[in-house]
């Protein structure tokens, strides 16, 4: 990396002969050395100046290149704003408006692979190109300040200073009571009267065309008004006043307007029912009159048929029919209907789901013991601690869904159940 080493210096270029005009450039100088720290005689560089504003990491408002050649003392000197732009305008830089930063970037090779960079901000405002704002302004000066724009004195005009400086110094009439002034003249009955602003002048009342009434009118609410000072009929228990006429079994009916008559009903298509066929229930209405079977006792119907021993079995569907217990069975089995999570007990028995219940298998089952389960599908079996062997290779020793409804039969022998 080469370095640079600045001396630098920025001056306001004026005419030495008159003001009039303000040049608009600044004068740079600066001492270039190598990576070695000679100083670099009689050479070509390549420079780009920018202007930032704010920050040394700013913005950058003004960009120009130059190429310049050291003098023998390795010293270039420029002036910004005469180089060839990259961006921006020179001229219209506002130096009142911020603080600014020069940058610049430095190949001492004379191209544009800039590898020396330095930013240095201006201390002082450039006074010559800030008074040259000064040549462009003509009549007066408009404010801007949000603040004043805000504030009453915004709102203060020449009249306002005129009306201070002739500000009353003593008491006009040498009365400090009636500070209020009514303005002179006026006549009898007339009304003080403002326009809004300031001004207030004796007028006549204006007509009021709206019926005046007295204390005593507006206390017997007059008929003029549409009070009512006595009774109309003569009975104040009938205030709610029915419309004459009508026919026997006519209802009445308004339109929402307040206006009412008397109609017939409205003709209903729906089946009327006295109250001693509501009662009875009605057949037409399917509803039971009678006991079909002539019984009270017997409301679960099981199907007719069926054979000595056998067992009634569900598909879970809503469809039973009476069956041969398994093969082998013991002629002393119990049938077990599970409604609910249920624990079968160490006999033989039937157990039928008629749900997702969960069949816990006995604790402590006996040796050789039989048990049938129908089932539907989801219903849990649990071994409740023992193992199921559902085949030589496929044991079941935790709660398992069962799939579809079906029927299984298991024994249990040697200390384990095995699916038969």
């Not at 007295?214 to 549409?226: I, K, P, Y």
């Amino acid at each position: 990396m080469k370095n640079l080493y600045l001396l630098t210096s920025f001056l306001m270029l004026f005419s030495s002969i008159t003001f009039a005009q303000t040049p608009e450039k600044l004068s740079y100088q600066a001492i270039i050395r190598n990576s070695s720290d000679q100083i670099l005689v009689s050479q070509p560089v390549g420079i780009q100046i920018s202007i930032l504003q704010t920050s040394a990491t700013g913005t950058a408002i003004y960009v120009e290149t130059q190429t310049p050649s050291t003098n023998e003392n390795g010293l270039i000197s420029i002036e910004i704003g005469n180089g060839n732009i990259v961006s921006g305008t020179f001229s219209t830089i506002d130096w009142s408006n911020d603080t600014y930063f020069v940058k610049t970037e430095i190949d001492p090779e004379g191209g544009s692979s800039y590898t020396i960079t330095g930013t240095s901000q201006l201390l002082s405002v450039p006074y010559a190109l800030h008074a040259k704002t000064a040549e462009s302004i003509k009549g007066g000066i408009t404010e801007t300040d949000p603040t004043f724009a805000s504030s009453p004195a915004n709102s203060i005009s020449n009249t306002d200073i005129t009306n201070w400086n002739n500000k009353l110094s003593a008491e006009v009439d040498g009365s400090v009571t009636n500070e209020i002034e009514l303005p002179t003249g006026g006549n009898d009955g007339q009304v003080l009267k403002t326009d809004g602003a300031g001004n207030y002048a004796w007028v006549d009342q204006t007509t009021d065309t709206n019926t005046q009434l007295t204390e005593t009118q507006v206390d017997a609410f007059v008929a003029n008004n549409g009070y009512l000072t006595a009774e109309v009929d003569g009975s104040v228990t009938n205030e709610i006043e029915l419309p004459t006429g009508g026919n026997d079994g006519q209802v009445l009916k308004t339109d929402g307007s307040g206006n009412y008559a008397w109609v017939d009903q409205t003709t209903d298509t729906n089946t009327q029912l006295t109250e001693t066929q509501v009662d009875a229930y009605v057949a037409n209405n399917g509803y039971l009159t009678a006991e079909v079977d002539g019984s009270v006792t017997n409301e679960i119907e099981l199907p007719t048929g069926g054979n000595d021993g056998q067992v009634l079995k569900t598909d879970g569907a809503g469809n039973y029919a009476w069956i041969d217990l398994p093969s082998g069975g013991s002629p002393s089995w119990i049938v077990t209907i599970v409604n609910s999570d249920t624990t079968l007990t160490n006999e033989n028995q039937i157990a039928s789901a008629s749900g997702t219940s969960t069949i816990s298998l006995p604790a402590s089952p006996t040796e050789g013991q039989n048990i049938c389960i129908h089932h539907v599908n989801g219903t849990v079996l649990n071994p409740n601690g023992k193992t199921l062997q559902a085949n030589p290779s496929f044991d079941i020793t935790t709660p398992t869904s069962l799939t579809g409804a079906g029927t299984i039969h298991i024994i249990y022998a040697n200390g384990k159940w095995y699916l038969l």
